[in-house]
């Protein structure tokens, strides 16, 4: 009987265990519990840096990019960049979200400057269609310290490193001191395109900045004669330049290319040591050297440049308006001198347009070039588009296929830097171009 009752009370005891709610956790709190006190410190991270948070992410297609971004508690970010001058001078208020995404993510949700390099139209800001530079604006939180946030994209796998900024960082991107800076280095290097770095070797070593493409680029002829680039991404911060792996010559080491607003020079540190980039009247390496590393191609517009000869300039505007008033009405729109150097070709890619529509004429030459820089094309075979206008091309394309060229640089203070090419059977006739 005694029995019994123990067992009846036994039987109570694990009926009334059960009956309490099974999603308790052994722990104390529940996962999503848990969860939910996580995404709040996260917040609390985010928006209790008082002066934001500074970064950069870089594509994979090259280049550096840079952010400031102040997060506020009521979802809404602020956020400055370099992918343009306005990004740079004007903070764009957009949204974000904290969600778990599989794992706790900051999710920007609204169009944001961020977004501007993900952009899916290539006339917005570049890159591939239908994904521009594959830039995330969705991430997923890897690390969370006192001043450091590390994230990783969703659907790219971008990374990105929130830093916790200083009051005087913030200041200056708020009174826009970075939009000042970049629109200082960008006019110095219009004005100043042949720039250099000189080691104690004595070398000269010629400074390329492709502030579209985002590259810092040193060039230099080795002892065997041979054209040697060393060259990285870069973005900007508010002292200069920031290299996205340094970059090493001989010895001499640099992270950074430092802007000096005073002297208006740029300039590096190595080992301690002050280091300034200089001027140079014309390029340290021969243009035909360059070709293929710093540029492929020459765009010519269907209006005229500096550099354009009197025989050139009516060649060109004699075919411009013979393709106009022929039978098909076409506009010249450009013509493009595409080298592909490890082939030996040169194409003379002339694109029109006809009722709204863009066309490739495409004339494609091979070609010889001594050490000296002496061009010598020879015509191949050519059809389609390029045979509808070939008798409106002919003047130009005799010369092209019949004459020696140098080419040489040459600097405008409105166009910048032109690459040039000149007849050496016919001095009069030459003609340039922007290196591209």
Known sequence: MLYNRLYIILLAFLFAACSKDKTESLFGEKPEERLE?????YKATLTGSTHGWKTAVYPDAGGGYAFYLKFGTNDRVTMYSDVTLDAASTGLESTYRLKAVQRPSILFDTYSYLHLLSD??????????????AIDFEYSIDAVSADTIKLTGIANNTKMVLIKATQAEAEAYAAGNLASLIDNVESYMAQNPWLYLQFSDGRKLQVSVNSFAKNFTLIYIDDAGQ???????????LNGLYLNTPITYNGNTFHEVFWDPVKEVFYVTVNGQRVEVKVSPTSVVPAHRLLGVDFSSLIVPPQALPGWSADFTTIYSTAANA?????YRLTLYYTEFAFDVTQGIMNVDVYVIQNNNLYLAEY??????????VFKFT???FGGNAALIATEMKPLLDYIRNDRFTMDFLVDSQE???????????????????PQ
């Open 364 to 373: 494609p030459f091979t070609y010889t070039k001594t050490n000296d820089g």
């Open 120 to 133: 899916p139209d290539p006339n917005v800001y570049g890159g591939a269609t239908g994904q521009g530079y």
């Open 227 to 237: 054209v040697q680039l060393l060259s990285t991404g870069y973005y900007y911060t």
């Open 37 to 41: 006190e996580a995404m709040k410190e």
């Open 416 to 434: 910048g830097k032109l690459a040039q090419l000149k007849s050496i059977e016919h001095p009069g006739f030459y003609f340039s171009g922007y």
């Open 323 to 327: 393709i106009r008033t022929g039978p």
């Open 379 to 381: 015509g191949q075979t």
